[in-house]
């Protein structure tokens, strides 16, 4: 099972972290993403970290946004800094081909 938490509102330039907690240690070893899905869009990936650590992000979130990941706690985190309106979305994790039940998501409001 996959729970993010962390989502909130927030004006343009502020700052959130986004936790995922995975549960079952059989996933603990996936390569992990952070996908978003804006009203009326398909969802897309944003952000992933594969097993040894290595991340890649998408050119609209890089620079602003950090995915990483605590092992021992099988969590994922995203760090989501200099927030504008257009990041506001559910953000959900899951593998990188997403094949994993998904979860609720967080929802991310970004206005002022």
């Known amino acids: 099972q996959l729970q993010a938490s962390g989502g909130g509102s927030v004006q343009p330039g502020g700052s959130l972290k986004l936790s995922c907690a995975i549960s079952?240690?059989?996933?603990?070893?996936?390569?992990m993403a952070w996908y978003r899905q804006a009203p009326g869009k398909q969802r897309e990936l944003v952000a992933l970290i594969d097993i040894r650590g290595s991340t890649e992000y998408v050119d609209v979130v890089k620079g602003r946004f950090t995915i990483s990941r605590d092992k021992r706690k099988n969590t994922v985190y995203l760090q989501l800094n200099s927030l504008k309106r257009e990041d506001t979305a559910v953000y959900f994790c899951?593998?990188?081909?997403?094949?994993?039940?998904w979860g609720q998501g967080t929802l991310v409001t970004v206005s002022s």
């Open positions: 899951n593998n990188i081909i997403g094949t994993l039940a």
């Open positions: 079952g240690s059989r996933y603990s070893d996936d390569a």
